[in-house]
């Protein structure tokens, strides 16, 4: 397996977007694709993150949540 096949496999399996058949994928579609996949995955994290954290910062005001040595 050549590096660019390891590279879009890998990329791929972190991407979340399972693996895939590289026949038939010339060199630059291949790299093209892994950098999709890693650049979606990473987009989906942090879109997740800003959409989750006022969910999160609610819930942790409902259960009066605080970290420790702050004064009221």
């Given at each position: ?22 026949e ?25 993150g800003i ?6 910062h ?5 259960f009066?949540w605080?970290?420790r040595?702050g004064?009221?």
């Amino acid at each position: 397996m050549s590096w660019l096949d390891a590279f879009l496999n890998s990329a791929m399996l972190l991407g979340g977007m399972g693996p895939v058949k590289t026949e038939g994928l010339t060199d630059a579609g291949k790299l093209f694709a892994g950098l999709y996949a890693l650049y979606a995955g990473l987009l989906f994290i942090a879109v997740m993150g800003i959409v989750l954290t006022p969910v999160v910062h609610r819930i942790l005001h409902r259960f009066h949540w605080e970290t420790r040595g702050g004064s009221k």
